[in-house]
């Protein structure tokens, strides 16, 4: 078993510890942590709680995981944070277990968390996901695969943001946002298809000409939400992801961003 793990890392020999797996100056590792093969943990960092790190992961300066959730319900239940494969986390991004036992704080594979930035309780981030410098999650966020969060964005607790989503820098989120979707601002704006995403994603001609259609009738139509649901029905192709807007919407509990 190869292992680098420096001489002043605090390393609970309880911990799981895989592979190539390096720690580096000063950071503490908890009792309930397991990471898996080819994790990388620079200085100062702490991971503590029921914390799994899956293989090939970066952990960068002072990061902090697996931490109590700040939520003044939580009763000191024995919850968890799992990460997935691949994933970047940087520095002094924080990353709080989840408040409860039945569902672990989760951010997926390939993944990157830039500077400062903050995953609250409970939330469940998919594949694939951006957030920049200083992106601030509330809570029991959902975030699909695919979104980009541009920096200094909160996103307010129990939000839902559909894939392929891109949110602008600078924004609040306090709705929900609809998957294929680009907008920005405060208040925040949903100003059209995430059309380069969509292309740099392998998205054919036909289905982004398809969303487009979609996102007329839903954004441009001047009609209510189950009117325009009901338009989209019976007017556009029920590809996959017309089918995901569709179920995306019907779904929300907190309205969406228009």
Not at 147 to 163: E, K, M, N
């Amino acid at each position: 078993m190869s292992q680098i793990i420096h001489p002043t890392a605090i390393v609970d020999p309880k911990a799981q510890i895989g592979n190539d797996v390096e720690i580096g100056p000063y950071s503490i590792i908890g009792p309930k942590v397991i990471l898996h093969e080819g994790v990388k943990v620079s200085s100062n960092v702490v991971i503590d709680g029921r914390t799994t790190i899956g293989k090939g992961c970066r952990i960068f300066h002072s990061a902090v995981i697996g931490t109590e959730p700040q939520d003044l319900k939580y009763a000191g239940e024995d919850s968890a944070v799992e990460i997935g494969e691949h994933t970047t986390i940087r520095e002094f991004a924080t990353i709080n277990r989840s408040s409860n036992i039945k569902q672990p704080t989760r951010v997926g594979n390939n993944c990157l968390l830039m500077i400062y930035t903050h995953v609250a309780h409970d939330c469940q981030l998919g594949d694939r996901v951006i957030l920049a410098n200083s992106v601030n999650l509330a809570g029991h966020v959902i975030i699909e695969n695919n979104v980009i969060i541009g920096g200094l964005t909160p996103v307010h607790q129990f939000v839902h943001i559909g894939c392929f989503a891109f949110i602008g820098g600078f924004s609040r989120v306090s709705q929900d946002i609809a998957p294929y979707t680009r907008g920005a601002s405060v208040p925040y704006k949903t100003v059209g298809l995430n059309s380069v995403g969509l292309q740099r994603n392998n998205f054919s001609a036909e289905t982004r000409a398809t969303l487009k259609k979609l996102y007329k009738i839903f954004y441009n139509s001047n009609l209510n939400t189950p009117q325009a649901l009901e338009k989209i029905k019976s007017e556009i192709e029920m590809i996959d992801e017309v089918k995901h807007f569709i179920k995306f919407i019907e779904n929300s509990e907190r309205g969406i961003a228009k």
